[in-house]
């Protein structure tokens, strides 16, 4: 689970306000040079500076001295009417706040800084406000609040050129995205984030992320990934030296050893934090602590241990007004319950997970990040025409610059006439060089420009071509992946209202109509989500040989019971040739075929995988002889912007996705796809690979 919300580092925004001293190491007699500074000084805005660097650097180790200096430092700056002072106190006083637990005092004093610093237009200090004031909320139930501080935090960042803070503001973005368990959109937000600390050099929030990304890898069962980021958190603690980040680190590896079923190393991870989870500094902490716990002895299958971890998780969460993963500790107590076989209270469990998580109103913050991600693109467009405008002005500037280009010349011919009787020969031979240096530069500039126009049509070009595809992307979202999940919900609905149907003769239809939606809603997620992947260019395309016969005796076998209900037989051909092709993507393609075949076979029909060798490539067809297609139906079926659907002989439902999806792979391997079908004929679906030299 990780620590999702980044906290603004106090450390990092300070040294940006005011350029004073490094924290580790030497705080004592830094404390000390202060305080003999405050007796000599009289000026009551330097002495309210003094009294900000002492709460900042009391801050790593003594809240409550923190806390005293801070509101010295408000006292004295309202008093001499010095708001940058005032602003930056109460941002102190909400930071002590914030670590102890108390977020409703802590969000009072934030949002008095930030009417102050609005007023003042301190574009510095409001992003460090707009970021802790959006995690404090983010621990609550307005989880839309907090998200719009964090996204305008984020805009300031970028109009504002301010990127020590961009990290905080793509960090916590990539937060929701994991808190919807969309880890693929919150992979894109954090690699983001971690570009700017590079940059940056910091070197405490490249442990954060590091330490998230492993976390979103390993959600993606990619293990070996998820390790790397882990080391190199890891790596970066010696030079941290903060407590609270290495406990972080720790609870990833802890994450990494329960997913990976190395118990014993998890149990060893757990007992190093443990005895910090009760310390006053930690108590964000001990939350996550005891949930690690209960998930370590469910793994062990203690399930009555695991119960009172969970238990405890739950309660400090309610007790802390923390309700960001409250779902996520039911859900795994209702697994305990049902491993002791207490379904009853499973079945409680279940119910309090899914009203915790409705809590948070996740529609809103799909809502609010789509339209996050609308703002981005008219961000993106708008980006454009200023490069469209800038480039006029340079063609303008050009013109003006060969309109000088010609004054100079008649000026230095008025001239070479003027003095021809004596330097005739050597001022003619000075001034063609010059004419021809300057027709060069004007010939370059023009080249530029042109080259800058076709590659701004190009772009136009690409972007409808994106807008397309997000609205078709969009369209499959919001119409037919909602379908499987309203037929499933109207059935178990049912069955858990109406308690006769679990023993009428209906009962095996119903049962069927939600297997049926369940296998469609989860074939189309997963092209919806490898389609994603081809359209960010995350896919990896690895060639390598293999024997085309492999993949048709896979996938025959795969998908050998599903035929067998319609009573269809698949044969293979006996030709074993060998490509040089992505296996994953060409396995994806003949799985997707052979599906569609099947699902367009009628009853008693019969399925060829076949393979011919032409010239220098491989032609694969999957033939059917089932319902077949129109002309019509045959001109739209691998354009993403047009709509091809229909019901299979047994109603199984499509969406038209997975053979754009063959194309995409087709071309990424370099051959070609195509269909010969007549209606009520059957169809066939014919496409070429590379063979292996």
Known sequence: MIIRKIYILLN?????????????????SQI????????????????????????DLYGYFNADSSLKYAEKALDLSQKSNYKYGEGTALFLISYVYDQSGEWLPAISNLEKAIDIFTESNDSVSLIACYLNIGVLYSYGKDQLQALKYIIEAKNICEETNQNYALSEAYSNIASYYQYLKEYRSSLVYYEKALAVDTVTHNILNQSLNHTSLSYNFLKLNRHDEALYHLTQAEKLLPQIKDKQREIEVMLGFIYYYLETGDLEKAKSYIDKITDNKNQNEFVKLAVEINYVEGRYFLKKKNYQKAISYYDEAIEQSNTLEKYDYLSDYYNEKGEAYAGLQQYQKAYEMISKAKAAFEMLKPDEIVEALGNFEADETSRAERKKIMLEQELATAKNESDQFKFRVKAAFAIVALLVILIALSFFLILRKKHTDELKANYNTINRQKLLLEENLVKLAEDEKNLKRLNATKDKFFSIIAHDLKNPFNVLIGISDLLRNEKEAKNSDDFDVLIDGMYQAATSGYELLENLLEWSRTQ??????????????????????????????????????????????????????VRNLLNNAIKFSNPKGKIELLAEQDNEMLIVTVKDNGIGMTPEMIENLFKIEMSVQREGTAHEKGTGLGLILCQEFVKINGGEIWVNSEKDKGSSFLFTLPLSL
């Open 12 to 28: 990092l925004i300070f040294v940006f306000f005011f350029g004073l001293f490094a924290v580790y190491g030497s705080e004592t």
């Open 536 to 589: 960010t260019g995350t896919i990896k395309f690895e060639p390598q040989s293999f024997f085309i016969h492999k993949v048709f005796e896979t996938n025959k076998h795969l998908n050998l019971e599903v035929a067998k209900t319609k009573d269809i037989t698949i044969e293979i051909s006996q030709k074993k040739a060998m490509v040089y092709a992505d296996f994953d993507m060409v396995n994806f393609i």
């Open 32 to 55: 000390d040079s202060l305080k003999t500074i405050v007796k000599t000084e009289t000026n009551a805005e330097k002495i309210a500076d003094v009294y900000i660097d002492l709460s």
